[in-house]
T-cell receptor, first 114, second 109 residues
């Protein structure tokens, strides 16, 4: 049973470009979460999605950032017009439908902005 | 400040010793979870304790939860070098998991 798959593992972009980060949840999971982690810090919640719906995006910047989880295919975190401050590790997690289910994490995408 | 704050921020012990990490939180929770993160990797779920539970064991791990004090502790007994990692507590409120800042544990062989 494959775990949460994120790609790419590393992504380098120049300032002003777009970054697209992909996350395929564990089989059978319909809840997806995105987090950002700066070096030596904890994870900061960004957005929580279920299939085709954004449930909570309170942690995501209002500008340049967007997320989707379509009916078919992976969840996408999109960052437009990237800036140096966007450099971080971005982690995706998924969980099942039942209450009190732990989140299962991917290995993250390390985004570097030149 | 963080919903979950771990204490200490860093801990260095000898192999075989016990390691205790604490977590404090602010709001009411449905459950509290502990995760481990090895350098450069994602988080691995260790243990989940529900708000109506006081203590839970899993192998060498023991977790306690005191909802009156809004705190939890993670005890790793008979530590091994492979336990070297960062440990995070995470609280589940309404549909959102909030992570603390983590405790960096180093186990010296």
């Amino acid at each position: 049973n494959a775990g949460v798959m994120q790609n790419p593992r590393h992504l380098v972009r120049r300032r002003g470009q777009e970054a697209r980060l992909r996350c395929s949840p564990m089989k059978g999971h319909s809840h997806v979460y995105w987090y950002r982690q700066l070096p030596e810090e904890g994870l900061k919640f960004m957005v929580y999605l279920q299939k085709e719906n954004i449930i909570d995006e309170s942690g995501m910047p209002k500008e340049r950032f967007s997320a989707e989880f379509p009916k078919e295919g992976p969840s996408i975190l999109r960052i437009q017009q990237v800036v140096r401050g966007d450099s971080a590790a971005y982690f995706c997690a998924s969980s099942g439908n039942a209450e009190n289910q732990p989140q299962h994490f991917g290995d993250g995408t390390r985004l570097s902005i030149l | 400040s963080q919903q979950g704050e771990e204490d200490p921020q860093a801990l260095s012990i000898q192999e075989g010793e016990n390691a205790t990490m604490n977590c404090s939180y602010k709001t009411s929770i449905n459950n509290l979870q502990w995760y481990r993160q090895n350098s450069g990797r994602g988080l691995v779920h260790l243990i989940l304790i529900r708000s109506n539970e006081r203590e839970k064991h899993s192998g060498r791990l023991r977790v306690t939860l005191d909802t009156s004090k809004k705190s939890s502790s993670l005890l790793i007994t008979a530590s091994r070098a492979a336990d070297t990692a960062s440990y995070f507590c995470a609280t589940l409120g309404y549909q959102k998991v909030t992570f603390g800042t983590g405790t960096k544990l180093q186990v010296i062989p």
